[in-house]
């Protein structure tokens, strides 16, 4: 059988044909892939692009509002709630108009409804809208088309806070009209007007007088203050280069003068202050300076010639003069302590005479009321010192250069060993042993007293106890000296508390003891002092009974435990009258009182047995001893142990050989 023919018709797909159709449909495939990539990267990018889009809405500074056509919050960007106190989470949905103010309100919805439907240009408007808390906000408006969502345009509203703007627009519209209102006025009346001008800058020159006046001058006594003061003295030194001379300063300090502020109120005070003031500058020249520094520190410059009258001539008739001061109504007077400084140099500086002068009215406020010192090279030496004294202390309450000694004190109805009586000292690096009277009034005007003060306190309480524990069949009392600035330290009855607390010290073995002086200065903080430690079962007694500060209302005002007769006193008996009767006289008050009594500064045995005869019930000094280490207490201590009242004994037998 022969093969069919072959229909001419008919397509025939060879080898040739199939690989190219093959390739026809690769190539489309990859086309295929290469669009649908193209697609999806091109929906990444919009979705990415519509993120930044969202982000930059989000974050956007500006306050950004999405709203239908009718005004219902689509969207909104934490600036718009901020500026509108909205909240974000149910902010949506609302509408923009219950914040628009009543008075915008229609016109920022017809603005928006032109311009969600392409009637209106995207203008800047400026309306009013109310925040979440009643106030009201100016904003810059402008509104433009989103497009739409669903079926409603969508208008994209941005807000800026005009508010202070607007304030200063209407603050300038208003200065702006009354500037208009003025220029008229003028205008019809300007003659009127100059007079007003001139009258003004008249007013202006004696007003700019009167704050150069009140800048210069104190404004209770109308004297000269502290800087117009330094001024002139300024001038008058150098004045001295031109015509040699002297220049004397007189710096005053009103004694007692806080007692008559507490006593008769700040308005007497004041009064005295006037009336001392008006006493100093009758009593100088016209030309002399006299300036009131502050509080109650006065202070007079005198200039004159090698010829004129001497510092210390004029200070005495400062103080006459403020002696024979009385004020009508009340029974106040004046007093005043006066540091003198008279200077020839040009050179020298106003600052530093003026504190020259503050340092001899300082010394002279240690002679009591009524006095004046001259400033000279002694007092400069002595500031050098307490300088380097100060310097020291700071050093030596690091390095542990302080030792507390202590000196026994004698019971005289029995002999025996009744306590010791710490005393501070410093052990400088030279060897050289300082008791607490070269330091401790320097200690105070540093504010170091309480650092130094609770050291001593703390080293004290410990000795005694390590005493206690040593030797307990010895009753011995622990005598601390209290300085007036740590009596009114507020943290001192805690601080002592708390010592007592860490040393197991028990407080009625310990007395405190405090000077008269720190009574009479400040009673009132005192009394509230006392009580506390008091409360606490401490002791407390008063050094140096009988001197400077004396006063019987003290007995009555604190209960005491003891006085301490004051050595001064005590050296006299046996061979003074006066000093034997005013002992006498202090024992017997005391005893009236229940107050017991101790005498320092017992040498001789003389004294002793006038002091026993008084009735006097304890006694220290160097006849029994002088303030010795805590290792040298505690083999008295030994010794009384085994020997009650050995160390009395020893002294008389001592006394009498000698």
């Known amino acids: 059988m022969q093969p069919a023919e072959p229909d001419p018709h008919e397509r025939h797909w060879g080898p040739m044909s199939v690989a190219i159709a093959v390739g026809v449909l690769l190539a489309a495939a990859a086309a295929l892939a290469i669009l649908e990539r193209s697609r999806r990267s091109a929906r990444r990018e919009s979705h990415a692009q519509a993120l930044r889009l969202r982000s930059l809405f989000l974050e956007s500074r500006t ?42 309100l229609a016109g920022a919805a017809r603005h928006r409804a032109d311009v969600a439907a392409g009637s209106a240009r995207e203008d800047i408007r400026e309306e009013r809208y109310v925040r979440g808390d009643g106030t009201t906000v100016w904003c810059s408006v402008s509104r433009s088309p989103l497009g739409e969502r669903g079926d409603r345009p969508r208008v994209l509203t941005q807000l800026h806070d005009i508010s202070g703007w607007k304030k200063v627009e209407a603050a300038l519209a208003e200065a702006h009209a009354e500037l208009d209102r003025r220029t008229k006025e003028r205008t019809a009346a300007l003659l009127s007007a100059n007079d007003k001008l001139r009258r003004e800058a008249s007013e202006r020159v004696a007003f700019e007088k009167r704050l150069e006046h009140l800048a210069l001058h104190d404004p209770l006594t109308g004297l000269a203050n502290r800087t117009l003061f330094l001024d002139r003295l300024t001038q008058a030194l150098r004045g001295l280069r031109r015509k040699p001379g002297v220049v004397t300063l007189l710096y005053i300090d009103l004694d007692r003068f ?17 009336g001392v003031g008006r006493r100093l500058e009758a009593a100088l020249r016209p030309r002399d300076t006299v300036a009131r520094l502050g509080g109650d520190e006065f202070a007079v410059l005198v200039e004159h010639g090698d010829g004129g009258e001497a510092g210390t001539e004029v200070a005495q008739r400062v103080l006459e003069t403020l002696t024979a001061l009385r004020l009508e109504d009340v029974d106040v007077t004046a007093s005043a302590s006066i540091g003198v400084v008279s200077c020839t140099d040009p050179d020298a500086a106003a600052e530093e005479i003026l504190q020259d002068a503050d340092m001899a009215m300082y010394e002279a406020k240690q002679h009591g009321r009524g006095q004046w010192v001259v400033f000279d090279d002694r007092l400069r030496r002595r500031a050098m010192d307490r300088l380097h004294i100060e310097g020291g202390l700071r050093r030596a309450v690091r390095a542990g ?43 105070e005007e540093a504010w170091l007293i309480a650092d ?207």
């Open 401 to 443: 250069e302080l030792e507390v000694h202590y000196q026994p004190q004698i019971d005289l109805r029995d002999g025996r060993l009744h306590g010791v009586e710490a005393l501070l000292r410093w052990r400088r690096p030279d060897g050289a042993v300082l008791p607490a009277s070269a330091f401790i009034d320097v200690a």
């Open 258 to 274: 806080k007692l008559v502020n507490d006593g008769f109120g700040h308005a007497i005070g004041d009064r005295l202050l006037v």
């Open 452 to 658: 130094v003060g609770s050291w001593a306190f703390d080293r004290a309480c410990l000795d005694a106890e390590a005493w206690r524990s040593a030797h307990p069949e010895v009753d011995v009392r622990l005598q601390v000296n209290l300085s007036a600035r740590e009596l009114v330290r507020p943290d001192l009855v805690r601080t002592i508390e708390s010592t007592l607390a860490r040393t197991d010290t028990d407080p009625s073995s310990l007395s405190l003891e405090i000077t008269e002086r720190v009574l009479v200065e400040d009673p009132d903080r005192v009394m509230v002092a006392v009580r506390d430690l008091m409360g606490l079962g401490i002791r407390l007694g008063i050094d140096d009974f009988g001197t400077r500060y004396s006063s019987l209302t003290n007995l009555k005002l604190f209960t005491l435990d003891s006085v301490k007769i004051n050595e001064s006193f005590v050296g006299g008996l046996g061979s003074n009258d006066v000093d034997s009767a005013i002992v006498s006289a202090i024992i017997g008050l005391a005893h009236d009182l229940g107050i017991q009594v101790i005498a320092e500064g017992v040498e001789t045995r003389e004294q002793l047995l006038v002091l026993r005869d008084l009735d006097c019930e304890i006694a220290q000094g160097w006849l029994f001893g002088s303030a010795e280490t805590a290792s040298h207490i505690d083999r008295l201590l030994a010794a009384e142990a085994t020997h009650p009242g050995w160390i009395e004994a020893t002294a008389i037998c001592e006394s009498v050989e000698t």
């Open 63 to 104: 306050a950004q509002v999405v709203t239908d056509d009718a005004g219902s919050i689509l969207d909104v960007n934490a600036a718009a709630c901020r500026l509108l106190g909205l909240r974000p989470q149910s902010a949506i949905g609302v509408s923009l108009d219950t914040r628009t103010h009543t008075g915008d």
